[in-house]
């Protein structure tokens, strides 16, 4: 009896699928301006490096 009470308080802390599938959205969205940000510092380095290189 004492194991079904403790099955019952799990399921009852369990969050609803709408608060699981907004904190994958918000990882997603994250993930994406990280990424993006990341692409875009090593091309800026990568250029100027370049140039850098072409003008000496």
Same mark, same amino acid.
């Given at each position: 009896?004492?194991?079904?009470?403790? @099955?019952?308080d799990s399921?009852?802390?369990?969050?609803?699928?709408?608060a699981v599938?907004?904190? @994958?959205?918000?990882?997603?969205?994250?993930? @994406?301006?990280?990424?993006?940000?990341?692409?875009?510092? &090593?091309?800026? &380095?990568?250029?100027? @490096? &370049? &140039?850098?290189?072409?003008?000496?």
């Amino acid at each position: 009896m004492v194991k079904l009470d403790n @099955i019952t308080d799990s399921l009852s802390k369990k969050p609803s699928s709408d608060a699981v599938d907004k904190k @994958i959205s918000d990882a997603k969205l994250s993930q @994406i301006i990280w990424t993006t940000t990341s692409v875009l510092a &090593i091309v800026s &380095i990568a250029s100027g @490096i &370049i &140039i850098k290189t072409l003008h000496v």
